[in-house]
């Protein structure tokens, strides 16, 4: 596609269930990266994939919180027993290689009830 | 103390003013500095990023960085309503994840 495709673009769930957040990255683009964005901050960084693999998973708030991307291309976050603490927008990005210019989608903005 | 910090605004100027925004950061090894626009709703964009010290230009934006008081600068000059957006300061920290600014809210006055 032509950019970072984030699907759901909204998405309401209720405190302890389990979510998935999906990110399609641009086509061709081997470094995907999530990050998360809270009311009136800035983005914060989850995890980093290259190609497959985790190459830095610093960010993940907890074990609650896990990402795949088994093809190297689609990821999706996953979120279990998820907390209302857990509200904001997920943002993906991905880039060509790791040190060339990430491109954001818009985001998922997740409301936990 | 934070690796990049940023006065969250917002900010409000009339149509054609001078904007200047600015952040902090603490890390003297810090490299590459990179301002983001983000446009309510939207994942951020880049819109310019500067090497070292010193200014870039780029149409009404300039970028300046002064490493010696750590702390990086975007201006915008005369400012268009379409500039209303919250912008980012960056830098590279990690495997090359980004560590952003807490965001300054932009609102440009027709």
């Known amino acids: 596609g032509a950019g970072v495709s984030q699907t759901p673009s909204n998405k309401v769930t209720e405190k302890g269930k389990y979510v998935e957040l999906r990110c399609d990255p641009i086509?061709?683009?081997?470094?995907l990266y999530w990050y998360r964005q809270s009311l009136g901050q800035g983005p914060e960084f989850l995890i980093y994939?290259?190609?497959?693999?985790?190459?830095?998973d610093s960010g993940l708030p907890n074990d609650r919180f896990f990402a795949v991307r088994p093809e190297g291309s689609v990821s999706t976050l996953k979120i279990q027993r998820t907390e209302r603490g857990d509200s904001a927008v997920y943002l993906c990005?991905?880039?060509?290689?790791?040190?060339?210019?990430?491109?954001f989608g818009q985001g998922t903005r997740l409301t936990v009830v | 103390q934070k690796e990049v910090e940023q006065d969250p605004g917002p900010l409000s100027v009339p149509e054609g003013a001078i904007v200047s925004l600015n952040c902090t950061y603490s890390?003297?090894?810090?490299?590459?500095f990179m301002w983001y626009r983000q446009y309510s709703r939207k994942g951020p964009e880049l819109l310019m990023y500067?090497?070292?010290?010193g200014n870039k230009e780029d149409g009404r934006f300039t970028a300046q960085v002064d490493k010696s008081s750590k702390y990086i600068s975007l201006f915008i000059r005369d400012s268009q309503p379409s500039d209303s957006a919250t912008y980012l300061c960056?830098?590279?920290?990690?495997?090359?994840?980004?560590?952003f600014g807490s965001g300054t809210r932009l609102q440009v006055q027709p």
């Open positions: 990005a991905s880039s060509r290689t790791r040190n060339t210019e990430a491109f």
């Open positions: 086509s061709g683009h081997t470094a």
């Open positions: 994939f290259q190609g497959t693999g985790a190459a830095d």
């Open positions: 890390n003297s090894a810090f490299q590459y």
């Open positions: 500067t090497y070292s010290s």
């Open positions: 960056a830098v590279p920290t990690g495997r090359r994840a980004l560590t």
